[in-house]
């Protein structure tokens, strides 16, 4: 991994095994129906998926436009496990993984400046030069094609009865991105990233993505909510930002929490888009 003063690389707080990808997947699929929602496909559009990862939104936006998609995936073990997926769904054929990094996207010289759509999501936040990944996303586009940012501002969450220990949990947590030198408060800046990377900026708005007890899928928020936190843990106990009674503590406590009756969870997921100039 990089070291921190490495503005060329990337920082992924998260893991890619098995289990962090069986999350993932089950994140995705809460997720998925508002985003597509959102973007508001009208058939035909040609995409390009920034950080595709498991592919499932790459495969729907895919079935919605009716062009396969482009998915740019960094992780090989997403990208087999992307492929696995979609050869179990019968739709191998929707999306072209290809291997890369935001920063330098893998198109070829007749690709760039020939898609509709060029979208990322929860990238950005692990980038080290972010507006590097949008210019390139500007770049890929058509003249009046669109950009689309979906990432992270982490001091949107809010947790109702607040739960024991859980403020500086979240707190180091957030800091940990710093420490890696991301920027955990990214989404309140996909505005001005539009802006920077020569865009004209159309739409800001944002995505909710919070339960409360006694909804289906609310066990489901609240695992996602502390296997996120338990993957920086290495990251906050090197970095002296918390000690690991209190995170281990401050976990189960979360978890004890969710089996209360009023225990709710709001998150929005911050969403910016924009055109290209013609």
Same mark, same amino acid.
């Given at each position: 991994?990089?070291?921190?003063?490495?503005?060329?690389?990337?920082?992924?707080?998260? *893991?890619?095994?098995?289990?962090?990808?069986?999350?993932?997947?089950?994140?995705?699929?809460?997720?998925n129906?508002?985003?597509?929602?959102?973007?508001?496909?009208?058939? *035909?559009?040609?995409?390009?998926?920034?950080?595709? *990862?498991?592919?499932?939104?790459?495969?729907?936006?895919a079935?919605?436009?009716g062009?396969?998609?482009? *998915?740019?995936?960094?992780?090989?073990?997403?990208?087999?496990?992307? !492929?696995r997926q979609? @050869?179990?769904?019968?739709?191998?054929?929707?999306?072209?993984?290809?291997?890369?990094?935001?920063?330098?996207?893998?198109?070829?010289?007749?690709?760039?400046?020939?898609?509709?759509?060029?979208? @990322?999501?929860?990238?950005?936040?692990?980038?080290?030069?972010? !507006?590097?990944?949008?210019?390139?996303?500007?770049?890929?586009?058509?003249?009046?094609? #669109?950009?689309?940012?979906?990432?992270?501002?982490?001091?949107?969450? #809010?947790?109702?009865?607040?739960?024991?220990?859980?403020?500086?949990?979240?707190?180091?947590?957030?800091?940990?991105?710093?420490?890696?030198?991301?920027?955990?408060?990214?989404?309140?800046?996909?505005?001005?990233?539009?802006?920077?990377?020569?865009?004209?900026?159309? #739409?800001? @708005?944002?995505? =909710?993505?919070?339960?409360?007890?006694?909804?289906?899928? =609310?066990?489901?928020?609240?695992?996602?909510?502390?296997?996120?936190?338990?993957g920086?843990?290495? @990251?906050?106990?090197?970095?002296?930002?918390?000690?690991?009674?209190?995170?281990?503590?401050?976990i189960?406590?979360?978890?004890?929490?969710?089996?209360?009756r009023?225990?709710?969870?709001w998150?929005?997921?911050?969403?910016?888009?924009?055109?290209?100039? #013609?």
């Amino acid at each position: 991994m990089a070291t921190a003063n490495d503005k060329s690389e990337s920082a992924y707080i998260h *893991g890619t095994e098995p289990q962090e990808q069986a999350r993932l997947s089950l994140l995705n699929d809460l997720l998925n129906q508002r985003t597509v929602h959102e973007l508001n496909l009208q058939g *035909g559009e040609r995409i390009l998926d920034v950080g595709s *990862g498991l592919g499932q939104l790459s495969r729907t936006m895919a079935r919605l436009s009716g062009v396969p998609v482009i *998915g740019v995936e960094r992780s090989g073990e997403q990208i087999a496990e992307a !492929l696995r997926q979609a @050869t179990a769904a019968g739709e191998r054929s929707l999306v072209a993984f290809r291997q890369g990094d935001a920063l330098q996207l893998p198109l070829s010289d007749d690709e760039w400046g020939s898609f509709d759509v060029a979208h @990322t999501r929860f990238v950005l936040e692990h980038l080290r030069e972010p !507006l590097c990944a949008v210019q390139a996303m500007v770049r890929a586009v058509k003249p009046g094609g #669109r950009i689309v940012l979906e990432d992270d501002d982490h001091d949107l969450l #809010r947790l109702f009865p607040q739960p024991p220990g859980f403020d500086a949990l979240w707190d180091a947590y957030q800091r940990s991105y710093s420490v890696l030198g991301n920027d955990a408060a990214i989404g309140r800046r996909l505005v001005s990233l539009l802006v920077e990377a020569g865009a004209e900026p159309t #739409r800001n @708005t944002f995505i =909710f993505f919070g339960s409360c007890a006694g909804e289906p899928h =609310f066990v489901h928020y609240v695992d996602n909510l502390a296997a996120v936190i338990q993957g920086a843990r290495v @990251t906050v106990l090197a970095a002296n930002l918390l000690d690991a009674e209190s995170f281990d503590t401050a976990i189960l406590t979360l978890r004890s929490w969710s089996r209360e009756r009023d225990a709710t969870i709001w998150y929005a997921v911050s969403w910016a888009e924009g055109r290209r100039p #013609r």
